[in-house]
């Protein structure tokens, strides 16, 4: 069974950085994706970035393109999402999530992700 494990939320000034981590452990395919998402209170779950396993191109939205990073290391089955210059608008829980794709797909924000972490708060504000 596919797990998502987030960790590194937390409390930040406007300005400042936080970086996230998503450990997965279960995959039984070699090709997939694994996105970013957010959810702030009474408002719509919304896509931040993901990345492909394959060839680890990744993809953004556009709110936080030049400000938020996604990496992976392989080694150690983890995705991070480095973000910077945080707003108060980024407060929200955020989620990190996988799917299975096929051979030579890349990863979007818009597919059905089947696998979901617990989430992780992150609060920006003076």
């Known amino acids: 069974q596919l797990q998502l494990v987030e960790s590194g939320g937390g409390l930040v000034q406007p300005g400042g950085s936080l970086r996230l981590s998503c450990a997965a452990s279960?995959?039984?395919?070699?090709?997939?994706?694994i996105g970013w998402f957010r959810q702030a209170p009474k408002k719509e779950r919304e896509g931040v970035s993901c990345?492909?396993?394959?060839?680890?191109?990744?993809y953004y939205a556009d709110s936080v393109k030049g400000r938020f990073t996604i990496s992976r290391d392989n080694a150690k089955n983890t995705v991070y999402l480095q973000m910077n210059s945080l707003k108060p608008e980024d407060t929200a829980v955020y989620y990190c999530?996988?799917?299975?794709?096929?051979?030579?797909?890349?990863?979007?924000?818009?597919?059905?992700?089947?696998?979901w972490g617990q989430g992780t708060q992150v609060t920006v504000s003076s």
């Open positions: 990345i492909t396993s394959s060839d680890g191109s990744t």
């Open positions: 279960g995959f039984t395919y070699d090709y997939y994706g």
């Open positions: 999530a996988a799917l299975y794709l096929s051979y030579g797909t890349s990863c979007g924000l818009r597919y059905e992700y089947d696998y």
